[in-house]
């Protein structure tokens, strides 16, 4: 959907498991053997990723100001279970959080969120606007106050919608 760039560091894998559905149309890339194995989710694990990937969704609209979609398990409740420790590099002892388990996806998810808190970044991640959109994208405007995926696609839609319930 959007000529965006990608999100920084681990927020790209963020970004990019929200965008692996277009609400438009309803294609999901998890659907897929492809798409699963592009965030080595295994087949029994699909609606749990789903149900990760609702939530980011909720949260990524809640940081651009929008309430969710629709019903999700909070995003705190699901990054509860992953157990983080703080990992430091014994060559210039510099520290991060790590998920115990690098390999689940929530795992994954768990530690791009808590390095995204500490660099400042995690609410410039949101999703657009657009309800028939909603596609992540990350945040660049100098005031952190972008409202849609791409201002060619969406947010020409939305202005213009809005002129035309403004004319009529």
Same mark, same amino acid.
């Given at each position: 959907?959007?000529?965006?760039?990608?999100?920084?560091?681990?927020?790209?894998? @963020?970004?990019?498991?929200?965008?692996?559905?277009?609400?438009?149309?309803?294609?999901?890339?998890?659907?897929?053997?492809?798409?699963?194995?592009?965030?080595?989710?295994?087949?029994?694990?699909?609606?749990?990723?789903?149900?990760?990937?609702?939530?980011?969704?909720?949260?990524?609209?809640? &940081?651009?100001?929008?309430?969710?979609?629709?019903?999700?398990?909070?995003?705190? *409740?699901?990054?509860?279970?992953?157990?983080?420790?703080?990992?430091? #590099?014994?060559?210039?002892?510099?520290?991060?959080?790590?998920?115990?388990?690098?390999?689940?996806?929530?795992?994954?998810?768990?530690?791009?969120?808590?390095?995204?808190?500490?660099?400042?970044?995690?609410?410039?991640?949101?999703?657009? *606007?657009?309800?028939?959109? &909603?596609?992540?994208?990350? #945040?660049?405007?100098?005031?952190?106050?972008?409202?849609?995926?791409?201002?060619? @696609?969406?947010?020409?839609?939305?202005?213009?919608?809005?002129?035309?319930?403004?004319?009529?």
């Amino acid at each position: 959907m959007s000529e965006r760039l990608p999100a920084p560091g681990g927020l790209a894998v @963020v970004e990019a498991l929200v965008n692996t559905v277009d609400l438009g149309s309803g294609r999901d890339a998890l659907d897929t053997p492809e798409g699963r194995a592009r965030f080595g989710i295994a087949a029994g694990d699909l609606e749990a990723a789903r149900e990760l990937r609702e939530s980011l969704r909720a949260v990524c609209l809640a &940081h651009a100001g929008h309430p969710p979609h629709r019903a999700v398990t909070p995003l705190g *409740e699901l990054l509860a279970r992953v157990p983080l420790y703080v990992a430091v #590099d014994p060559r210039d002892g510099s520290a991060r959080l790590a998920p115990a388990d690098d390999g689940p996806l929530l795992s994954r998810v768990a530690a791009a969120v808590a390095e995204a808190l500490t660099e400042g970044t995690w609410e410039r991640l949101k999703a657009c *606007e657009l309800p028939d959109c &909603h596609w992540a994208y990350y #945040d660049r405007s100098p005031a952190g106050r972008g409202r849609w995926c791409s201002m060619q @696609v969406c947010g020409a839609r939305a202005k213009m919608r809005r002129y035309r319930a403004k004319a009529s």
